[in-house]
């Protein structure tokens, strides 16, 4: 089946450092790639996503490109601010049509950004 | 704004009650979900739903229900709760392209 593999945090950043978290992904056919996050106290939002391989999603200076030969969904923000701490989670929507899907999500990674 | 609405932010219930939580939307979307979220698990899926009263088994779907009979409302049935349904509960509502709107979640207690 489908699954998504992000990397374990928690991630402990000072302000305006680099941020790379990794996703990889195992799917059949071409999956659509989404990033999420959920800030304390809330439910999950829509960051970023990538439709095909090679998009590259992109939103609130964060980044993320469709590797299929990698498959990877890698996000990346290279300023992070106090108010990025969040918990973020790759997420894969599989199949190619229909009105039957689902999506999957990674575990999340906790994110905390240190003045 | 897509908004999806949760019936409680937090709910303690006790052991062997029947347990309602529900999920309103009101963009018409066909699609919504139920999820709980754990500690190093992630987002687990429970239930789901693309239509009026269809329903297809997520990945853990044992001690729980679902009913779906109007398109706007997607309602989480604990038919006898136990411990170890104690959790944060996510309801969404997904659109065909994979996007998803999340409620602010229920976090129950099982008592």
């Known amino acids: 089946g489908n699954s998504v593999t992000q990397m374990e945090g928690p991630v402990t950043l000072s302000e305006e450092a680099f941020l790379t978290i990794n996703c990889t992904y195992t799917?059949?056919?071409?999956?659509?790639l989404f990033w999420y996050v959920q800030y304390p106290g809330e439910g999950l939002q829509l960051l970023l996503k990538?439709?095909?391989?090679?998009d590259k999603g992109s939103n609130k200076g964060f980044e993320a490109t469709y590797r299929k030969e990698t498959t990877s969904f890698h996000l990346e923000k290279g300023s992070v601010q106090v108010s990025d701490s969040a918990v973020y989670f790759c997420?894969?929507?599989?199949?190619?049509?229909?009105?039957?899907?689902?999506?999957?999500f990674g575990k999340g990674t906790l994110l905390t950004v240190n003045p | 704004d897509v908004k999806v609405t949760q019936s409680s932010r937090y709910l303690v219930k006790r052991t062997g009650e029947k347990v309602f939580l529900e999920c309103v939307q009101d963009?018409?979307?066909?699609?919504m979900f139920w999820y709980r979220q754990d500690p190093g698990l992630g987002l687990r899926l429970i239930y789901f739903?693309?239509?009026?009263?269809?329903?297809e088994k997520g990945d853990i779907p044992e001690g729980y229900s679902v009913s779906r009979e109007k398109k706007e409302r997607f309602s989480l049935i604990l038919e006898s709760a136990s411990t170890n349904q104690t959790s944060m509960y996510l309801c969404?509502?997904?659109?065909?392209?994979?996007?998803?709107?999340f409620g602010q979640g229920t976090r129950l207690t099982v008592v």
């Open positions: 997420a894969l929507r599989e199949g190619s049509g229909g009105s039957n899907y689902k999506l999957t």
């Open positions: 963009m018409d979307h066909e699609n």
């Open positions: 969404a509502s997904i659109l065909r392209r994979g996007e998803a709107f």
């Open positions: 990538a439709t095909k391989a090679d």
């Open positions: 739903s693309y239509d009026v009263k269809m329903k």
């Open positions: 799917a059949t056919g071409y999956p659509s």
